[in-house]
C-alpha cells in the first residue's frame, strides 16, 4: 500500500501540475487587483480606495486557494484502493486504478484462473510397461516440479520419491521434463515434446490434459489428466460483461479440444490454445493492435510462464494465493483469495473511484472560479471565500471517502 500511494495516476499528476500553475497565476492576479485599480484611480484624479482593493484581493487569494483539490483527490484514490484491498483486491497503484476503470478486453490465461488447478490423473492409455511403473517414472521425472499437473502425478503415484533415483532433470518450457531415472532416460510431456523428441505418439480421444511418456527414446504410454472449473468462473465472465467488457479472450498451453469446451462452457468470445509463453506474448501484442485507441487490455494469470504476459498488458492481474511468485511481482492488480468473480468488481470499485475524482475536480473548480469571480467584483465577502476554501475542501473529502464503501458493488 506504501508502494501504490507513490504511484501518482494522471489525475493526481494533472492536479500537481495545475497546482503549480494556477498557485502563481493567481498570487499574480491577487497582487494585480490590489495595486492596478488604485493606481488607475489615482491617474484618473479620483479616490484611489486602497483598503476597499485590498480587502478584494486578500478575499481572492483565501478563495483561491486549491486545498480542496490536492487534498481531496489523492484521498478519493487512497481510499478506493483501500476499498479495494478490504475485499481481498490489491491494486499496486492509483495509476492502476485508473487503468483498471477503462478495461474493455480481458483476456484469461486457463489453468489456475478460471479453473481451479487442482488436477487429478483420470486414466493411464497404451501402457506399454504397465500402469503402476508408467506412473513411478512420471512420477520420478516430475518431481522437481512444482506444477499442478507435477503434484497431480505424484498424488497418482502415492508413494514416497527417492530423489537419489532422478538426475539430470531439464525443463522445457512448453513441453514438459526430460530426467534420468534409474539410469533410463525419461520423457515426461506434451505432444510437443514427442515431436521434437521425434518420437511417434498415440491418440488419445479423452478429455483433459495428455502427458506422453517416452523411456529411452521408445513411447511408454500417457497420462490423463483432468481440471475443474472454479465454481465462481461462469459468474465472473457474465459479471464482466456487465460491466461494460466488450471481449473476453482465453490463451492457453492447453489441448484445443480441452480448451473449447473450457470456453465454450463459460462463454468465452475467443479462445487460442497449445500456446508456448511467447505465443501468448505474441496473442496480447496482437490484440493490443487491434483495440480502439482507449481501450485498455488487462491480462489474468497465475503462473510462472504468464509473467511476460502480465509485463506486455496494458494492465496484469494475477491470482494471490496459486499465482507465482514472478507472476505477483509482474501483475499490477493481486486478488487474494483467487476468485475471478473479484475481476468485475475491481472494476467497478476503479469505476466508482474515478467517478468520484471527476466529481470533485468538477465541483471544486466551478466553486472556485463562480466565488472567484464575484470576490474580484467585490459581491463576495470573507465568509463566503471561507466557505469556498475551507468548507469545498471538507465536502470534498467527504465526497471522496465515499470510495471507501465497496460492499455493494
Not at 464575484?374 to 476554501?389: K, Q, R, Y
Amino acid at each position: 500500500m506504501e508502494n501504490a500511494s507513490s504511484r501518482k495516476s494522471k489525475s493526481e499528476e494533472f492536479i500537481s501540475k495545475f497546482a503549480r500553475v494556477y498557485t502563481p497565476a493567481v498570487c499574480c492576479s491577487a497582487l494585480a487587483l490590489a495595486v492596478l485599480p488604485p493606481l488607475v484611480c489615482i491617474i484618473a484624479k479620483s479616490s484611489p480606495n486602497w483598503s476597499d482593493w485590498i480587502y478584494r484581493a486578500l478575499t481572492f487569494l483565501v478563495i483561491s486557494c486549491p486545498c480542496a483539490l490536492v487534498i481531496s483527490i489523492p484521498l478519493s484514490f487512497f481510499a478506493g484502493l483501500g476499498g479495494a484491498s478490504r475485499e481481498g483486491i490489491l491494486i499496486k497503484g492509483s495509476n492502476y486504478l485508473e487503468t483498471l476503470s477503462k478495461s474493455k478486453i480481458v483476456v484469461f490465461d486457463k489453468t489456475g484462473t478460471l479453473t481451479r488447478g487442482v488436477f487429478e490423473v483420470t486414466a493411464v492409455h497404451h501402457s506399454k510397461i504397465g500402469e503402476p511403473k508408467l506412473l513411478e517414472y512420471a512420477a520420478l521425472a516430475e518431481c522437481s516440479s512444482s506444477h499442478p499437473i507435477s503434484r497431480s502425478i505424484q498424488a497418482a503415484y502415492g508413494k514416497e520419491i527417492d530423489r537419489s533415483r532422478v538426475a539430470d532433470i531439464e525443463e522445457i518450457s512448453g513441453h514438459g521434463i526430460t530426467a534420468k531415472v534409474d539410469g533410463h532416460k525419461v520423457a515426461a510431456g506434451n505432444l510437443r515434446l514427442m515431436k521434437k523428441l521425434g518420437i511417434e505418439a498415440a491418440e488419445c480421444h479423452s478429455l483433459g490434459t495428455i502427458i506422453h511418456l517416452a523411456i529411452d527414446g521408445e513411447y511408454s504410454g500417457h497420462i490423463v489428466i483432468s481440471d475443474v472449473e472454479k465454481p465462481t468462473s461462469r459468474e465472473a465472465l457474465s459479471a464482466l460483461k456487465k460491466a461494460g467488457v466488450a471481449k473476453t479472450v482465453m490463451l492457453t498451453g492447453d489441448a484445443k479440444k480441452v480448451a473449447d469446451k473450457v470456453a465454450a462452457d463459460l462463454g468465452i468470445d475467443e479462445v487460442h490454445a497449445e500456446l508456448l509463453p511467447a505465443d501468448k506474448v505474441n496473442q496480447v501484442e496482437r490484440l493490443i493492435a487491434e483495440k480502439k485507441k482507449n481501450d485498455v487490455l488487462a491480462f489474468v494469470g497465475d503462473g510462472i510462464n504468464d509473467a511476460p504476459v502480465l509485463s506486455r498488458a496494458d494492465i496484469g492481474i494475477a491470482m494471490g494465493v496459486m499465482g507465482s511468485d514472478a507472476a505477483i511481482e509482474a501483475a499490477d492488480v493481486v486478488l487474494m483469495d483467487d476468485d475471478p468473480l473479484k475481476i468485475a468488481k475491481a472494476i467497478r470499485i476503479s469505476r466508482k473511484c474515478i467517478g468520484i475524482v471527476y466529481q470533485n475536480i468538477s465541483f471544486a473548480l466551478a466553486i472556485k472560479f463562480a466565488c472567484l469571480a464575484l470576490g474580484a467584483l467585490g459581491i463576495a465577502n470573507m465568509w463566503l471565500a471561507i466557505f469556498a476554501d475551507v468548507g469545498v475542501m471538507v465536502l470534498a473529502v467527504l465526497n471522496a471517502v465515499r470510495a471507501l464503501n465497496v460492499k455493494g458493488l
